[in-house]
């Protein structure tokens, strides 16, 4: 059973970098091709996709998300992690990371249960 847990500050200031880890188990991060996506929902919107990295290391970003987006990982730890910069409080939002056979993120075989982001001004 694959399983994914989000991490991190529950509160961030405005100007600094968020950074949320995701803890898979179950099944390697490294498996390929497979994709782990952060993803996340403002208060009183959807869902909107952030980025993944692949499991042979690519990665890609929202256009939107891109210019301030970072996603590493750690292998050994079988962990992956956002690095947003720059926040302001628009970013405040319920952050999950998920795992998909492929590219469209809304088709997720697993995702945390989320974790709560709040940026102060």
């Known amino acids: 059973q694959v399983q994914l847990q989000e991490s991190g500050p529950g509160l961030v200031n405005s100007s600094q970098t968020l950074s949320l880890t995701c803890t898979v188990s179950?099944?390697?991060?490294?498996?390929?091709?497979?994709?782990w996506h952060w993803i996340r929902q403002p208060p009183g919107k959807g869902l909107e996709w952030i980025g993944y990295?692949?499991?042979?290391?690519?990665?890609a970003f929202s256009p939107s998300l891109s210019r301030r987006t970072s996603i590493s990982r750690d292998t050994s730890k079988n962990q992956f992690t956002l690095q947003l910069h720059s926040v302001t409080p628009e970013d405040t939002a319920v952050y999950y990371c998920?795992?998909?056979?492929?590219?469209?993120?809304?088709?997720?075989?697993?995702r945390g249960q989320g974790t709560q982001v709040t940026v102060s001004s």
């Open positions: 990295i692949r499991g042979d290391g690519n990665r």
């Open positions: 179950g099944v390697s991060i490294t498996m390929f091709p497979y994709y």
């Open positions: 998920a795992g998909s056979p492929g590219t469209n993120w809304a088709s997720y075989e697993s």
